[in-house]
């Protein structure tokens, strides 16, 4: 075999490392998913505190769940389904039905103490973003993780009104403050890899 | 001596094959999505698409998503299986040259 031929061959090879790797690579994008939401756990926290705890959080969940999903289909129109991004998808609506149901049943027992809640939701938020952080492979994502699971501890060793704090605080670092993060990091991605594409002739 | 592998002309053109690779690693794709991958033109990729449909290499759909036409491609089993073996006969073919 010339060296020419081998150089051809050894392209061929090339080709189908960088283009299995270029469809792996997840372009899909979540940091506003966590803006969103943080946003709309503090539309919950005020309208509940303004006097409609009842239905506050119901509705509030319900509607951020259709803005998601009008917003997230539209986004993903044409991207590629991947196992990735079913994998994200698969955790976090699990996480979000629970939780829900979970909350309402609690509510409508009477058994909805805002220490537990936010344990409840600590713990919930903690094990999905530390299971969205091992398979995105996103360490900043972990520390999330870290930090509900640290809300959910000193929730239970704390008075409400501590506890309702620490909510808005971790609501605040692991949402608002990591959601506009990813969404930087997203972006910064995304024109890196767009400048990095060459042409394919058949 | 062995015979070398002979390798499949249908996945051995460039575009072919680096549309192959990337429906390898995706459940399915949009057109405009497979378009800029590899950035070729609309001519050229559907040509080329083409030519792996009626291989029975890829699969297509077409569908309405928010009243826009979609085309979405998929890669077929024998379409793994051909690319798969594509790839140990370009191995067998390159030997020890593999890492050098």
């Not at chain 1, 600590?122 to 993780?145: E, H, P, V, Y």
């Not at chain 2, 001596?1 to 390898?24: F, Q, W, Y």
């Not at chain 2, 559907?46 to 979609?70: H, I, M, S």
Request: with cysteine; net charge positive.
């Amino acid at each position: 075999m010339s060296n020419v031929e081998e150089q051809e061959l050894k392209d061929r090879l090339s080709i189908i490392e960088s283009m299995i790797a270029e469809g792996r690579r997840t372009t899909e994008s979540w940091g506003w998913t966590f803006l969103l939401w943080g946003v709309a756990y503090y539309f919950a926290i005020a309208w509940s505190a303004l006097g409609s705890p009842a239905i506050a959080w119901p509705v509030t969940m319900i509607a951020a769940s259709v803005l998601t999903g009008v917003i997230g289909s539209r986004i993903s129109a044409k991207q590629p389904e991947t196992t990735t991004g079913r994998a994200m998808a698969a955790i976090w609506i699990g996480m979000g039905i629970s939780l829900f149901i979970l909350m309402i049943c609690l509510g409508m027992t009477g058994r909805l103490d805002l220490r537990i809640s936010v344990a409840i939701i600590g713990a919930m938020l903690g094990a999905s973003n530390a299971i969205s952080s091992i398979i995105l492979g996103w360490k900043m994502q972990f520390a999330c993780a870290v930090v509900w699971w640290t809300a959910m501890v000193a929730a239970l060793f704390t008075t409400e009104n501590i506890a309702g704090i620490i909510f808005l605080v971790a609501i605040f670092f692991c949402q608002i403050v990591f959601g506009i993060y990813g969404m930087i990091a997203e972006s910064r991605r995304n024109k890196a890899r767009a400048g990095a594409q060459g042409a394919f002739h058949a | 001596m062995p015979d070398l592998p002979e390798l499949n002309p249908v996945i051995h053109g460039k575009l072919r094959l680096a549309l192959l690779s990337l429906l390898s690693s995706v459940e399915e794709a949009e057109f405009t999505w497979l378009r800029s991958k590899t950035a070729s033109t609309d001519g050229n990729l559907g040509a080329q698409l083409l030519k792996l449909e009626e291989a029975g290499y890829v699969a297509v759909e077409k569908k309405f998503v928010q009243r826009k036409p979609q085309t979405l491609y998929r890669m077929t089993e024998s379409g793994r299986e051909a690319l798969t073996q594509y790839v140990h006969a370009l191995k067998q073919l390159l030997g020890s040259a593999i890492n050098a």
